[in-house]
């Protein structure tokens, strides 16, 4: 009797312990099920988060575009993709190259023709939908290159540095250097040379805190001014203007003389003898 009442009452917790446990299965299958959308979801927010500053990238291109690039197009040399220098090595070019600045208040996205009234307004558009036309597969960052580069006299040309921290210096001109021997090797020939010994002078022999030497030292691309340009349309429009007004004055003094001249030998006919 005691083993049957044992049993009844085994009988007894199991059916009472079943819910429990086909609810605790349940909880957890569905724990496995979800974990993988949890970690997929986590996986897709760490690939649109970029590392890289957009605007450090730009005032890094801005100066290899302005202070270099000219020299290399006069070299005619043509820079590695392996070069850090790279244009294809900027991880913003392709959306910069799509930003179009149509008027003072106006920039338009040249993916989806969208306008926008700042261009920190048109940065933000492309970070939120344009985040897949990135390539970050390789980590290519053109602000990596700044300390190199001085893009703080880009960014910030009123500010001047009161304290030079050698330690500092020390590494970007190691940088600088580096990108000078990777870029431009001197046994590439003789434009790969000049433009190696440009490149140290242009930027990597103003890095030490002696302060003797200025970044940019040896020039600029030359362009075009916006005052040159109107002058220059608005003399083309008045020159002939000009021209036809000197031809009509001319004209008009040929033909008062040759008026006096018939007047004055009228006058001489009709006078009596």
């Not at 974990?35 to 290899?64: F, M, T, Y």
């Not at 203007?241 to 018939?262: C, D, M, N, P, S």
Request: with cysteine.
């Amino acid at each position: 009797m005691k083993m049957r009442s044992g049993s009844k009452r085994a009988v007894v917790f199991l059916f009472l312990c079943l819910p429990f446990s086909s609810t605790a299965l349940q909880l957890t299958q569905d724990f496995k099920k979800s974990a993988p959308g949890r970690n997929l979801k986590q996986v897709e927010e760490d690939v649109h988060e970029v590392h890289c500053s957009r605007e450090r990238s730009r005032a890094a291109w801005n100066i290899i575009d302005e202070y270099l690039m000219p020299f290399v197009e006069k070299e005619q040399y043509l820079i590695s993709p392996k070069c850090r220098l790279h244009p294809d090595n900027d991880l913003y070019r392709d959306q910069e190259q799509h930003k179009f600045h149509v008027d003072v208040d106006e920039w338009r996205c040249g993916y989806c023709k969208k306008k926008f009234y700042e261009e920190k307004y048109l940065d933000k558009h492309f970070e939120n939908r344009h985040y897949n036309l990135l390539n970050v597969s390789n980590g290519r960052c053109m602000a990596d290159l700044c300390g190199a580069l001085h893009c703080d006299l880009m960014l910030e040309p009123m500010i001047r540095k009161t304290k030079c921290n050698p330690a500092a210096a020390a590494r970007n001109r190691h940088l600088c250097e580096s990108l000078a021997n990777s870029c431009f090797p001197v046994n590439e020939g003789p434009s790969a040379s000049r433009l190696h010994e440009f490149f140290l002078r242009q930027f990597c022999d103003a890095h030490p805190c002696t302060g003797k030497q200025k970044p940019f030292s040896k020039g600029r691309r030359k362009r075009t001014s916006m005052t040159y340009v109107t002058i220059s349309i608005l003399i083309l429009m008045l020159l002939p203007l000009f021209y036809g007004f000197v031809y009509l004055y001319q004209r008009g003094i040929k033909r008062g003389a040759q008026e006096l001249k018939r007047i004055s030998q009228g006058g001489r006919k009709k006078k009596p003898y």
